[in-house]
C-alpha cells in the first residue's frame, strides 16, 4: 500500500467534538428537564462563560466582546442567576430526584477577572448558591490575563476555593505580542505571575503561542525560558491561526506552506526544550510539570458528558444532544447575542445544539482518547461500544497507520499516537469528523 500524502498540519484545533459551527436552532426546543432526565448527575462538571475582554487580540475567535458598558456586567450576572436556577431545576427533575454533585468547575471567556472582585464573589455565589457546585471542594480552574490579575481578584478566588489558573501570556518579547494584536510589557506579565504565586493557588498554566510573525526559534525559546522561570505546573503551546473576522483575519495573514512549515519547527523545538526541561506531555498542546496537582476525573477537559454550560459561549453536553447559544465572531453580532441573552427570562429550554446518535458517539470518544498522549485502551472502547475501534474506523485508521501516526510498538491492547501523530493532532483530529458534521461546517456561514 502507498504512503498517502499528508495532509496540512494545521487544519482545525479540535478541543470538543461536534465542532461548534456545526450546530443550529433547534425547532423543538427540547425542555432541559427532558434532556436531563435520564443523565447521570452523580459527576457533572459546571463552565461558567464570562464573555468580556480589556482587548480582544488579533488571534481569538472566541466568544467575548470588548469591554461592559452601561452596567452590562450586572444585566450579565443577573441573567446568569437566571439561566443557573433553571439549569438546576431541570438537572434535579421533578422532585429533586436523584444525587446531583458537581466533580469540577472551571470559569472562561472571554476572560472572568475582567468582573472585579465584587463580581467575582457574586459569580462563585451563582457557581454555589444556584448550581449547587462546592467551589471548595472540587477542582476549580479560572482563567485571567496580565491586566486582569489584580490583588484583590485574585485573593476572591483563592478564598473561593480555586485551585487552578490559567493565564495567556502567549510571548515575552513585546514586539511578537504586538505583531499577534495582543498589545501587553514584559514588565506587566512578570508582574501578575509574580501576584499569582503570591497567593498561593496550586496550580499556574502560562499559554505560549508559535507561528506570530518574525518569531524565531531564538524568541520562541526566549518566551519559553521566561515561562520556565516560573515553574509552572502546566504550559500549553498553542500555534497560531488566522480565522475569518478576527483581527488578524482581516489583516489577511495567511496559512501557507512555509508557515505551516514554520510553526511545525517551532513545535518541535518547544516540545523537545520541555520534554527536556522535566515536563511530561499530555496531549499536542499540554505539557504538564510531573508531581502537579490534577484537576479532576478529565483533568479540567471541557469536553466530557455531563457538562452544564451557563452563559453566552457556554456549551452543554448531554449523552444525547450537545447545545448552547448562538455563537458569533463579529463583535456587533456577538453584542446582539449577549444583549439577546441579558434580556431572556426563561432558560428552561435548549435553542442551538447538535443531536448526538451512536456513531457520533463513537466517532467522538476516539477522537478525544487519541489526541491523549496516554493513548486509548481498546479494551474501554469495546466495553462501551460492543465493537473494536478498528471494526468501526478501518479505514481512517489504516490512513493514520500509513502516515506513521500511530505507535506500533503500543501493542494490541492500546490506540496511541506517534510522535509525528501527535505533532499532526490538529489534521488527525478533523479526519475523524462524521460526513454530517463536515457538511453542516461547511454550511455555516461566519457571522
Known amino acids: ?32 428537564r427532558e434532556l436531563w432526565a435520564g443523565e447521570r448527575k452523580d459527576a457533572l ?48 427533575g421533578p422532585g429533586g430526584s436523584g444525587p446531583v454533585r458537581f466533580a469540577a468547575a472551571a470559569f472562561g471567556g472571554g476572560t472572568p477577572t475582567f468582573l472585579d472582585a465584587g463580581e467575582l464573589e457574586r459569580l462563585c455565589d451563582i457557581a454555589e448558591k ?22 484583590d481578584r485574585l485573593a476572591v478566588l483563592a478564598g473561593r476555593g480555586a485551585t487552578r489558573l490559567s493565564i495567556g501570556v502567549q510571548s515575552f518579547v513585546e514586539a511578537e505580542a504586538r505583531a499577534a494584536v495582543r498589545p501587553q510589557r514584559r514588565a506587566e506579565v512578570e508582574a501578575a505571575l509574580g501576584r499569582i504565586r503570591d497567593t498561593g493557588i496550586p496550580l499556574l498554566n502560562i499559554d505560549l503561542i508559535y507561528g506570530i510573525d518574525g518569531q524565531t526559534g531564538a524568541s520562541w525559546r526566549h518566551s519559553l525560558d ?34 505551516d512549515a514554520q510553526r511545525l519547527r517551532l513545535y518541535r523545538e518547544g516540545r523537545d526544550h520541555l520534554l527536556a526541561h522535566g515536563y511530561e506531555q499530555v496531549s499536542m498542546r499540554m505539557f504538564r510539570r510531573p ?45 446582539a447575542i449577549i444583549d439577546t441573552y441579558t434580556a431572556t427570562e426563561d432558560f428552561t429550554r435548549a435553542e442551538v445544539g447538535y443531536r448526538v446518535d451512536g456513531g457520533e458517539a463513537r466517532r467522538r470518544h476516539l477522537l478525544q482518547s487519541l489526541l491523549q498522549a496516554r493513548g486509548m485502551a481498546v479494551a474501554e472502547y469495546r466495553e462501551r461500544f460492543g465493537a473494536a475501534p478498528v471494526e468501526d474506523f478501518p479505514a481512517e485508521l489504516d490512513r493514520f497507520a500509513a502516515l506513521g501516526w500511530l505507535d506500533e510498538s503500543a501493542g494490541p491492547g492500546l ?6 501523530g501527535l505533532a499532526h493532532s490538529d489534521a488527525l483530529g478533523p479526519a475523524l469528523f462524521s460526513p454530517a458534521v463536515r457538511a453542516a461546517m461547511a454550511a455555516y456561514l461566519p457571522k
Request: aromatic share 10%.
Open 45 to 92: 462538571s459546571l463552565y461558567l462563560h464570562i464573555p468580556f475582554c480589556e482587548v480582544r487580540c488579533g488571534f481569538c475567535n472566541l466568544f467575548t466582546r470588548i469591554g461592559a458598558p452601561d452596567e452590562l456586567t450586572t444585566r450579565y450576572l443577573d441573567a446568569l442567576d437566571r439561566q443557573a436556577t433553571a439549569a438546576r431545576d431541570a438537572i434535579e
Open 291 to 335: 508531581g502537579s496537582p490534577a484537576q479532576g476525573p478529565d483533568d479540567h477537559a471541557c469536553q466530557t458528558d455531563g457538562m452544564v454550560g451557563l452563559g453566552c459561549g457556554a456549551r452543554s453536553y448531554t449523552s444525547a444532544l450537545h447545545y448552547s447559544f448562538d455563537y458569533a465572531v463579529d463583535m456587533r453580532e456577538i453584542r
Open 226 to 259: 521566561a515561562a520556565l522561570a516560573w515553574r509552572p505546573e502546566e504550559l500549553y503551546l498553542y500555534p497560531l491561526y488566522v480565522r475569518p473576522l478576527t483581527g488578524l483575519g482581516r489583516l489577511g495573514a495567511g496559512g501557507e506552506a512555509a508557515w
Open 130 to 151: 444556584r448550581i449547587g457546585a462546592d467551589l471548595r471542594s472540587v477542582p476549580l480552574s479560572v482563567e485571567t490575563s496580565p491586566a486582569t490579575a489584580t490583588a
Open 1 to 32: 500500500m502507498s504512503t498517502p500524502t499528508a495532509p496540512r498540519p494545521y487544519e482545525s484545533y479540535v478541543y470538543a467534538y461536534p465542532h461548534k459551527t456545526a450546530y443550529r436552532p433547534l425547532t423543538d426546543r427540547p425542555a432541559l
Open 415 to 420: 490506540l496511541r499516537l506517534s510522535p509525528e
